[in-house]
């Protein structure tokens, strides 16, 4: 084929086939443009240009999601990525009956994204864009006021109901709540394919990690609303993050995705050679972009692309990049395709 097209070298890579060259993308979050769409979208547009990037991830408020089901952040007040919580949904085991299904044209937070895709959609026509989703069960831990992550919490939350509490006291509720979630969500994928998006990029954080549920509760708690979300998407690509230490990507191999990304970096986690059907999304550590390390992130992008030369490989880093990443290790990175 000649001639590619970034949307084909996007869509042949995920199908599993090769291209001219690999791809290659980064993302970060834009916390001072984050509040509004239009802000968002022009931030988010002015960083695919500038660095010419192959696809790209949205990357909303870290929080979008918990505040489309009712919770609330004060958004002059941030730790890391994260705004401080003023207020959790579920803050006893009863409040889960709380939770039912959103009307997507009812949602501020929901209405605020899809306007915002569709004014990244008309600045960006060539470029492949995918928005960020959280699992059902990573946005209950958010509703609760817990981080999915075993070591963190959410700032702002001082007394989070506890999970064992949340998950174990009445188990039926959850799974209630979380089926209202997946089909909020289900239906919200449905909306963004409307507006043209090219896939989902659909984290379960940590969820995945054995320190936070074991494989048996995840199975049950994550995997069933996984697929309601995940099967949703007819036509787009859906490229799966599995984020932090033990995050057992090959877990996700026969999910309805054609992409997964996880941190070939972190304590208890493969790297690029593991066995996966689907098309890795992946090869850079994501803490090196802030400080002047461009040889490092030059070493790592070619060793990746070495490394996994006979299989379709995204070349990311394996997370989001600090919001201080210098334009020099931006640049690098884009660059290293080239070489």
């Not at 509040?35 to 790209?56: G, R």
């Not at 960020?132 to 958010?142: A, Q």
Request: hydrophobic share 40%; glycine share 4%; proline share 5%.
């Amino acid at each position: 084929m000649t001639g590619w097209t970034k949307h084909d070298r996007f869509q042949a890579l995920l199908q599993g086939e090769f291209t001219d060259r690999p791809i290659v993308s980064c993302w970060h979050h834009f916390l001072e443009y984050e509040q509004t769409a239009e802000d968002l979208a022009k931030a988010t547009i002015m960083f695919a240009k500038k660095y010419n990037w192959d696809w790209i991830k949205v990357n909303p408020r870290a929080t979008y999601l918990a505040e489309a089901f009712g919770n609330r952040y004060d958004f002059t007040d941030y730790a890391s990525v994260f705004p401080r919580q003023t207020h959790a949904v579920v803050q006893k085991s009863e409040d889960l009956r709380l939770i039912n299904k959103v009307a997507i044209t009812e949602s501020a937070p929901l209405q605020e994204q899809l306007k915002a895709v569709k004014l990244i959609r008309t600045g960006l026509p060539g470029t492949p864009i995918v928005q960020t989703l959280f699992s059902p069960l990573t946005i209950l831990l958010f509703l609760s006021g817990n981080s999915s992550y075993v070591d963190q919490k959410m700032h702002g939350s001082d007394t989070p109901l506890a999970i064992d509490k949340l998950i174990y006291s009445n188990r039926s509720s959850v799974h209630q709540a979380l089926h209202e979630i997946a089909l909020t969500m289900a239906a919200y994928v449905q909306e963004l394919e409307t507006i043209g998006v090219d896939g989902v990029f659909y984290a379960v954080t940590g969820t995945a990690n054995p320190d936070l549920f074991d494989e048996a509760t995840f199975n049950e708690l994550s995997r069933p609303y996984d697929l309601i979300v995940l099967h949703a998407m007819e036509k787009g690509q859906r490229i799966l993050h599995t984020c932090g230490p033990n995050a057992h990507p090959e877990r996700f191999d026969d999910y309805p995705i054609e992409g997964i990304s996880w941190d070939t970096k972190a304590a208890g986690n493969p790297d690029l050679t593991v066995s996966l059907t689907k098309t890795k999304v992946a090869g850079v550590d994501y803490h090196i972009f802030a400080g002047n390390q461009e040889e490092l992130i030059a070493q790592q992008a070619k060793e990746a692309l070495q490394q996994i030369k006979k299989q379709p490989l995204l070349l990311a880093p394996n997370c989001a990049v600090s919001v201080d990443a210098t334009e020099d290790a931006l640049h690098t990175l884009r660059q290293s395709v080239y070489s």
